[in-house]
C-alpha cells in the first residue's frame, strides 16, 4: 500500500526526518510543513458524477499581474460574446471584478470536453478582441476550479461572491454592480 504524499511529509516531521537532526520546536515543524503544502498551481481535480444532477463548477480567473482592467462594458461584452460561442460549457451566473472574474458554469455536451481547454479557448477569443493592445498580456496563465457538491453550497457561493464588489468598496449593494449577470441558468 502506498501512503498519500501528505501522510508521508507529516511522518518525516513528526519524526525529524526532514530537519536533518536538528532540534526542531513543533511550532517551526508546523510552519515549514504548511510552507511545503501551499500550492503553487491549482489542483485541476475531475468532474465527480453526481448522479442525476449538473456538474456544476465555481471558476475564477485572474488577470495578469492582477490588472484592473476588467470592470469596462466593452469588455463586460466581449466576456459575454467568448462564453456564448464556446459550445462545450455553458455559463450561469458570473461576476466581473476589475481584476478578476467569477463565474459558474456546466458542461454543455456529453461526454463533456475538459474545462482546461474550454478555459483556454475563450481566454484565447477575448485577448484576440480586446479592445486596448497596450494592456496585453490579458490573462494568468492558470484559474481555479471548483466543483459544487449540493444546491445548497451553490446557493451559498453565489451569495458570496455576489459580495465581492460590496466588500471591495466598490458599490454599496450587489445589485448596483453592472458588470454581473446570469447567461444561462444552470438548474441543480
Not at 481555479?144 to 451553490?154: A, F, H, K, P, V
Not at 454592480?177 to 444561462?184: S, V
Amino acid at each position: 500500500m502506498t501512503l498519500p504524499k501528505y501522510f508521508t511529509l507529516t511522518h518525516k516531521f513528526m519524526n525529524n526526518d526532514l530537519t536533518q537532526g536538528k532540534p526542531t520546536s513543533e511550532h517551526q515543524k508546523i510552519h515549514d510543513y504548511k510552507a511545503l503544502c501551499v500550492r503553487k498551481h491549482p489542483a485541476h481535480m475531475p468532474l465527480v458524477n453526481l448522479g442525476n444532477r449538473t456538474n456544476i463548477v465555481s471558476l475564477t480567473i485572474c488577470t495578469h499581474g492582477r490588472k484592473q482592467i476588467l470592470a469596462q462594458e466593452d469588455v463586460h461584452q466581449l466576456l459575454l460574446k467568448a462564453w456564448s460561442s464556446g459550445k462545450h460549457w455553458s455559463v450561469g451566473n458570473y461576476v466581473i471584478m476589475p481584476d478578476h472574474i467569477h463565474l459558474f458554469c456546466a458542461p454543455a455536451t456529453h461526454p463533456y470536453k475538459p474545462l482546461r481547454n474550454w478555459v483556454k479557448y475563450w481566454k484565447t477569443f477575448v485577448s484576440r478582441q480586446w479592445p486596448r493592445l497596450e494592456e496585453h498580456p490579458i490573462w494568468q496563465i492558470d484559474f481555479w476550479d471548483t466543483q459544487m457538491r449540493s444546491g445548497d453550497n451553490y446557493h451559498d457561493k453565489w451569495l458570496y461572491i455576489q459580495q465581492n464588489p460590496v466588500r471591495a468598496g466598490i458599490v454599496k449593494a450587489p445589485e448596483e454592480w453592472p458588470y454581473q449577470g446570469e447567461l444561462n441558468v444552470l438548474r441543480w
